[in-house]
């Protein structure tokens, strides 16, 4: 039997090459060996205020992105989260198996709570003196319950579908190792529900660093907007971007994690171009930094040129054909998932 495979992203802020390389891509490949299940998980997205036009308006274009960096709605399930309403509805149940204590472990929730008290002061001097001292959860609004809950959402996204793997990176492993500790004890507790997943995470492509940063990952809320090329960056803004990009010292460009920068723009050209490691030392022997640069962003904006193009081709009607056809298919196995855990934890009345 086919093994089945469940991952999402919000529709927050826009997606860039480190989404692309580190998740669409293998997506894009993961789908041809396993049963996919691709969604919008725009139910995380609202853990933190959104602006409601523009959320559904960014839900709509990441659907859009799905399908055109090569997500195919005839062999892959792609839908909304909101649409399926099971997934709220299981979240409520995980967080009656969950604990305090591992959702206080998540050091995600640690890290977003932090970045949010920095925003939040106003003071250059002051901003920097809180980050420089750590201090914890001192916000001039708290953050939300879903903030600190979501881990248990994302549970429930995964289970739902009785997924065996989940394409992740570094930075989620915590929150799927507390989705299979979900699973053992609800199975423990109540007869065997679900399946307890395991991580898929690629050896190359996993973590795509920031060009003005590379001790950061690449992040669409990064500070500095020339350390993220986003996939709709037109060839201008991606030219200028890997122009600005950070280097280390030295002249000799290959493959080395000692030399951070080099490496992370080594990398991405590797996996946009396709060549090998050694094929890709072997074009830039005896080339400057210069070089390095010119050849990524021409590289880049050779692969983001089609992509584009096809964005714009989806039509809403062919969008809201493929939303429907993978809620239909999404909800069907989500139903039965739910029926189970409800006649099992004594709350499936006149079922």
């Known amino acids: 039997m086919t093994k089945r495979i469940f991952s999402g992203a919000q529709p927050t802020g826009n997606v860039h090459l480190g989404n692309y390389l580190g998740a669409l891509k293998n997506w894009v490949a993961l789908q041809h060996e396993y049963e996919s299940f691709f969604c919008i998980v725009n139910l995380h997205a609202i853990t933190v205020p959104q602006d409601p036009a523009l959320l559904a308006e960014k839900t709509r274009d990441l659907a859009r992105i799905y399908l055109a960096v090569g997500i195919d709605p005839n062999v892959s399930t792609v839908f909304i989260q909101s649409d399926v309403h099971e997934h709220a509805e299981l979240t409520w149940v995980l967080n009656c198996v969950a604990r305090m204590s591992e959702l206080q472990r998540m050091t995600q ?20 003196s809180y980050a420089d001292a750590s201090a914890r959860f001192v ?16 549970a429930a996204d995964i289970l739902l579908y009785q997924t065996d793997l989940v394409p992740v990176g570094d930075d989620q ?63 201008d803004t991606v030219q200028k971007k890997f122009k600005r990009a950070v280097t280390d010292s030295g002249t000799e460009i290959r493959f080395d994690p000692q030399r951070p920068a080099i490496n992370n723009l ?45 964005v714009r081709e989806i039509t809403d009607e062919q969008l809201d054909q493929t939303l429907d056809q993978g809620r239909e298919k999404a909800q069907k196995i989500a139903r039965v998932t739910l029926d189970h855990v409800f006649q099992r934890t004594g709350i499936a009345v006149n079922r």
């Not at 977003?112 to 003071?123: E, H, P, R």
């Not at 916000?139 to 994302?154: C, H, N």
């Not at 920031?210 to 907007?225: A, G, H, N, V």
């Not at 210069?290 to 050849?295: N, R, S």
């Open 109 to 128: 929730f640690k890290d977003k709570v932090q970045k949010l008290s920095i925003s939040n002061i106003d003071n250059t001097e002051e901003r920097q």
């Open 139 to 154: 916000l001039r609004e708290s953050p939300t319950v879903g903030l600190f809950d979501y881990p248990v959402l994302m």
């Open 266 to 310: 080594l990398e991405i050209y590797h996996l946009i171009t396709g060549k090998t490691q050694q094929e890709v030392e072997d074009h830039f022997a005896g080339k400057g930094y210069a070089q390095l640069k010119g050849d990524l962003a021409e590289s880049t904006i050779e692969f983001l040129r089609p992509f584009q193009q096809r």
């Open 173 to 235: 492993r915590q929150h799927l190792e507390l989705t299979r500790d979900i699973a053992v004890r609800f199975n423990r507790d109540y007869g065997e529900t679900f399946k307890v997943p395991d991580a898929y995470i690629p050896k190359l492509g996993a973590r795509i660093m920031s060009l003005s940063d590379p001790s950061k990952k690449m992040s669409k809320s990064d500070d500095d907007p020339n350390g993220c090329v986003l996939l709709m960056d037109d060839a």
